[in-house]
């Protein structure tokens, strides 16, 4: 089994920054994309960055520009820096990663317990 757990968030003010970190433990061969969603009150959860082990990144294009992701492959680490926050960026912030059990060799997709991201206006 693999476990996912995010860390970093908070309540910031409109223009602020907040880091958001994920770290992935359990039984793992290989993590292929790692990524980053949200989802706000009565609205689906949406995509906001995806990183490939590679590093090739995709990002929503509501948080172009603002938001970088990264991934630190051999801590099985992903993280979002997410500066000139919005009060529309308010989320429940979930970390997903694409991995395969190191025992098994199952591919399954993982998510973690969600961190909330506050924007006061």
């Known amino acids: 089994q693999v476990q996912l757990v995010e860390s970093g968030g908070g309540l910031v003010q409109a223009g602020g920054s907040l880091r958001l970190s994920c770290a992935a433990s359990g039984s793992i061969r290989r993590i292929n994309v790692m990524g980053w969603y949200r989802q706000a009150p009565g609205k689906q959860r949406e995509l906001v960055a995806a990183?490939?082990?590679?590093?090739?990144?995709n990002y929503a294009d509501s948080v172009k520009g603002r938001f970088t992701i990264s991934r630190d492959n051999a801590k099985n680490t992903v993280y979002l820096q997410m500066n000139s926050l919005k009060p529309e960026d308010t989320a429940v912030y979930y970390c997903n990663a694409d991995a395969v059990n190191a025992i098994t060799w199952a591919r399954n997709n993982y998510w973690g317990q969600g961190t909330q991201v506050t924007v006061s206006s």
């Open positions: 990183i490939t082990t590679g590093a090739n990144t």
